[in-house]
């Protein structure tokens, strides 16, 4: 399975919208379970949103209503549609792979989300 690939990412006013894209190569991509994770300057990586291979998806509470995680396993690729956003979703988003149970990984190198006016 080679690299997962981020794009999508920009500047943006609060209340817009973004939309992230993340591709893989090979084709194991419709068995893996999927998942959005940002980093924000001084803090730790979080989850933001998560896919099965089967569809089902998770949310933090903070992004819920606002962002949507869904998945073109035709295309090898999984989004992360962005409205209304607000500054605090300011981040480098990444894209990875369930590894574990409880663990994500195989990251891709980031897109870069900055909402300011």
């Known amino acids: 399975q080679g690299p997962l690939v981020e794009s999508g990412g920009g500047l943006v006013q609060p209340g817009g919208s973004l939309r992230l894209s993340c591709t893989a190569s090979?084709?194991?991509?419709?068995?893996?379970?999927m998942g959005w994770y940002r980093q924000a300057p001084g803090k730790q990586r979080e989850m933001v949103a998560t896919?099965?291979?089967?569809?089902?998806?998770n949310y933090a509470d903070s992004v819920k209503g606002r962002l949507t995680i869904s998945r073109d396993n035709a295309k090898n690729t999984v989004y992360l549609q962005m409205n209304s956003l607000k500054r605090e979703d300011t981040a480098v988003y990444y894209c990875?792979?369930?590894?574990?149970?409880?663990?994500?990984?195989?990251w891709g190198q980031g897109t870069q989300v900055t909402v300011s006016s």
């Open positions: 990875g792979r369930r590894l574990g149970p409880a663990n994500f990984g195989s």
């Open positions: 090979g084709s194991m991509f419709r068995f893996y379970d």
């Open positions: 896919i099965g291979n089967g569809g089902s998806t």
